[in-house]
C-alpha cells in the first residue's frame, strides 16, 4: 500500500489533459450556392492581396489539414474543382465585358457611314451652295453722264466719221477722222478748268490715238477753259484713226466711255 506521502504526490502530479472535442465544420458542408453568390466571391478573391508568407501557411495548413483527415484526396479534389468553377466565372465575366465593350463600339461605328468630322452640320451645306456671281456694271455710252474725278461732269454727246476729212490734200488713203462731240458741266461750288487736249481715244486692238490740232466744220471746237458753278460748255474734238475701225473708247480722267460708228469708216477714196 502506498504511504501518505506517495499519495499526495499522486494527487498533486496533474493528468495528462483531455483534447477538447474540436468539430470543423467542412466548407462543403454548408447549403450550395448559386453561380451569382460565387461570381461576387470571386471578385472579392481577386481583389485581395495575398502575400507569398499567407499563400506558405496556407499550403502547410491544407498540407497538414489533408494528411490529418482520411479520404484526403477527396477533399482536394473537391477544392480544386471549386477553384476551377471560379476561375471559369471570373474569365467568362471578364470575357463579357470586352466583347459588350467591342459590340457597342462597333454598333457606334457602324451607324454612320459618313466619317466623323469636327466641322459643324451647316458648313456641309454652305459649302454646297453656289457662290453668286457678282454683277459687271454696264460701261458708259454715248449719252450717259459720267461723273469725272476732278469734280465736272462729262456726256459724250455724238461720235461719227468727219466728211470733209477725205477730200483734203493732207489726209492719207489709210486713215479717217473720227469726230466726237462732248458737254462739260460744273455741278461744284466752285470753277472747274478742263482740258481738251486730255482726251484719248482707244481702239479694238488697244491702240492709243491723242487729238489733232487741225478743226472740222461740222462741229464748235472744244477749247481750254473753265466752268463757274451750274456752267456748262459743249464742243467738238477729232482724232486721226485707221480706216475700217470703228469700236472705240473715249477716255477722259478716270473716266471711259464706249462706243461704235453706226457708219464704218470707208476705205476706198
Given amino acids: 500500500m502506498p504511504d501518505s506521502e506517495e499519495l499526495d504526490e499522486l ?8 483534447e477538447p472535442a474540436t468539430t470543423k465544420a467542412s466548407p462543403f458542408s454548408q447549403k450550395s450556392k448559386s453561380p451569382e453568390d460565387l461570381l461576387a466571391e470571386a471578385k472579392i478573391l481577386s481583389n485581395l492581396s495575398i502575400s507569398s508568407q499567407e499563400v506558405t501557411s496556407q ?23 471549386f477553384f476551377a468553377a471560379v476561375i471559369l466565372i471570373i474569365i467568362s465575366g471578364t470575357g463579357g465585358f470586352y466583347l459588350g465593350k467591342n459590340s457597342s463600339v462597333q454598333t457606334v461605328s457602324n451607324n454612320s457611314g459618313v466619317p466623323a ?21 454696264q460701261p458708259d455710252a454715248i449719252g450717259d453722264e459720267v ?31 473720227v469726230n466726237v462731240e462732248v458737254t462739260f458741266t460744273n455741278n461744284e461750288s466752285v470753277a472747274m478748268s478742263y482740258t481738251p487736249s486730255l ?14 490740232a487741225g478743226t472740222s466744220g461740222e ?13 456748262s460748255v459743249k464742243g467738238g474734238i477729232s482724232f486721226i484713226v485707221p480706216k475700217g ?25
Fill in 11 to 18: 494527487k498533486e502530479t496533474p493528468g495528462d489533459p483531455a
Fill in 59 to 81: 499550403g502547410k495548413e491544407a498540407s497538414s489539414f489533408n494528411g490529418s483527415k482520411s479520404g484526403g484526396g477527396g477533399l482536394g479534389q473537391a477544392m480544386g474543382l
Fill in 117 to 137: 468630322t469636327n466641322e459643324p452640320a451647316g458648313s456641309l451645306q454652305s459649302a454646297a451652295e453656289p457662290t453668286p456671281t457678282p454683277l459687271l456694271e
Fill in 147 to 177: 461723273k469725272l474725278a476732278s469734280g465736272l461732269t462729262l456726256i459724250l454727246e455724238r461720235a461719227w466719221i468727219d466728211s470733209a476729212y477725205s477730200k483734203s490734200k493732207t489726209a492719207l488713203p489709210t486713215e479717217a477722222q
Fill in 199 to 212: 482726251f484719248l481715244l482707244k481702239d479694238s486692238k488697244n491702240l492709243e490715238y491723242k487729238p489733232v
Fill in 219 to 231: 462741229y464748235k471746237p472744244l477749247v481750254l477753259g473753265s466752268l463757274l458753278p451750274e456752267g
Fill in 245 to 269: 475701225e470703228k469700236a472705240f473708247r473715249l477716255i477722259y480722267e478716270d473716266a471711259e466711255v464706249i462706243f461704235s460708228l453706226s457708219t464704218q469708216i470707208n476705205t476706198s477714196n
